[in-house]
């Protein structure tokens, strides 16, 4: 599952300001600058996801998620059953 950003509170005057404080701290490197800034959490990114990989976390929650559908999809028949037992248990 990719991380997103919600850029959804960030407004134009807002990323216009980040630009110019961008090219006073920056200057005509700031270009470069966000080269770097870029290709820095593209290596981190790729290292999480080779980290996943290696490590078999995605296959372990894929299992967690398979067995609690299971147990999701069986809780009907436990009840019915339940039940089953508590009207023997009535009768008698």
């Known amino acids: ?9 960030i407004s134009g ?5 980040a630009i110019a404080i961008g090219l006073l701290l920056f200057g005509g490197k700031l270009p ?11 290596k981190a990114k790729r290292s999480l996801e080779d ?13 967690i998620q398979r067995e ?8 009907p028949d436990w009840r019915e059953a339940s039940e089953a037992v508590l009207e023997s248990d009535e009768e008698e």
């Open 32 to 42: 470069g600058v966000l080269k770097d800034v870029g290709r820095f959490f593209f």
């Open 68 to 75: 609690s559908e299971d147990i999701r999809t069986n809780i």
């Open 51 to 63: 980290l996943r990989q290696e490590s078999g976390v995605d296959e372990a929650i894929r299992d």
């Open 1 to 9: 599952m990719p991380f997103v950003l919600p850029l959804a509170f």
């Open 13 to 17: 005057t807002e990323i216009l300001l």
